[in-house]
């Protein structure tokens, strides 16, 4: 996926998921909601659909779409728990650097840590 | 606290995770790099990690257990793709069975980058799962039980 685009475009897609996490909106009524073209908004339903977090179904002439909570709250899920896991060992890590300056002579028989 | 930042992308499934250390480069490396200070940080304090290979090469493979308080062992791997000491790091990390052989958990794939900053070190890690379906399942088996939103609950769901 083109970076640029993916970094400039998260707000957008965020709030795209929001609304229609309320409910099926069209296509054309997100448009009217952002300051962008009809084919933008389009691009950005075509990634959030490929990621699997929203369907899009054709209704007459309106593509409606729909956000998938639980494909969005199982990435969320997902996501947090690497948040914890990580920040867990971020914590440990710091701890020990801390040891360095800190406590070598709190401990003369472990010698310092290292 | 050390974590300066933390950005989850639901599309890619990527973690992002910056932190900033009072330490010079070389010394947040050897975190890293030397598995005697890796099982002091890797696991947490109820699960401490032994480590038994540890190849920081590419292709190369660390291997390691965490004990239970119960005494049972859980299995995990490292396979090095990239490696620029002392500076950045990149693995693919996942779960084994007992006799090592690796499960059908989900994978992740790490790349950690070390830079001098402030006097000190920042550190880059981005965590991105391996496959949407993989951790689809994970989240199916229950270990996210009790985190399920309703619709209604979409708006403080995507707003932090």
């Known amino acids: 996926m083109d970076q640029l685009f993916h970094a400039l475009?998260?707000?957008?897609?965020?709030?795209?998921?929001?609304?229609?996490?309320?409910?099926?909106?069209?296509?054309?009524?997100?448009?009217?909601?952002?300051?962008?073209?009809?084919?933008?908004?389009?691009?950005?339903?075509?990634?959030?659909?490929?990621?699997g977090l929203v369907s899009k179904e054709r209704?007459?002439?309106?593509?409606?779409?729909?956000?998938?909570?639980?494909?969005?709250?199982?990435?969320?899920?997902?996501?947090?728990?690497l948040e914890a896991t990580w920040r867990g060992r971020v914590d440990r890590m710091a701890r020990l650097l801390a040891l360095d300056s800190g406590q070598e002579t709190d401990n003369p028989t472990r010698g310092p840590a290292r | 606290m050390s974590?300066?930042?933390?950005?989850?992308?639901?599309?890619?499934?990527t973690l992002t995770l910056i932190a900033d250390f009072d330490a010079p480069v070389e010394r947040v490396w050897q975190l890293w790099a030397d598995p005697r200070q890796l099982e002091r940080w890797w696991g947490p304090p109820a699960y401490p990690a032994?480590?038994?290979?540890?190849?920081?090469?590419?292709?190369?493979?660390?291997?390691?257990?965490?004990?239970?308080?119960?005494?049972?062992?859980?299995?995990?791997w490292w396979r090095i793709s990239a490696v620029n000491p002392p500076k950045?790091?990149?693995?693919?990390?996942?779960?084994?069975?007992?006799?090592?052989?690796?499960?059908?958990?989900?994978?992740?794939t790490a790349?950690?980058?070390?830079?001098?900053?402030?006097?000190?070190?920042?550190?880059?890690?981005?965590?991105?799962?391996?496959?949407?379906?993989?951790?689809?399942?994970?989240?199916?088996m229950g270990m996210t039980e009790g985190l399920r939103l309703a619709v209604g609950q979409m708006d403080a769901l995507l707003t932090d």
Do not use: W
């Open chain 2, 111 to 140: 790349h950690m980058q070390l830079f001098t900053h402030d006097g000190g070190t920042r550190m880059e890690l981005r965590s991105v799962f391996d496959s949407r379906e993989q951790m689809e399942q994970l989240a199916d």
């Open chain 1, 59 to 81: 209704r007459g002439r309106e593509q409606l779409v729909r956000t998938d909570p639980d494909a969005v709250s199982r990435a969320r899920a997902a996501l947090d728990e």
């Open chain 2, 88 to 108: 950045s790091l990149e693995f693919v990390d996942g779960f084994a069975d007992q006799d090592g052989t690796p499960s059908d958990m989900p994978t992740t």
């Open chain 2, 50 to 76: 032994t480590v038994e290979e540890h190849d920081l090469t590419p292709g190369g493979s660390v291997t390691y257990f965490m004990t239970s308080p119960e005494g049972e062992r859980y299995r995990g």
């Open chain 2, 3 to 13: 974590v300066t930042s933390i950005d989850k992308d639901f599309e890619n499934l």
């Open chain 1, 9 to 51: 475009a998260d707000a957008t897609r965020r709030d795209i998921l929001r609304r229609c996490g309320r409910g099926e909106l069209s296509v054309s009524r997100l448009a009217e909601a952002y300051p962008m073209s009809f084919a933008a908004v389009q691009k950005h339903v075509a990634v959030l659909e490929r990621a």
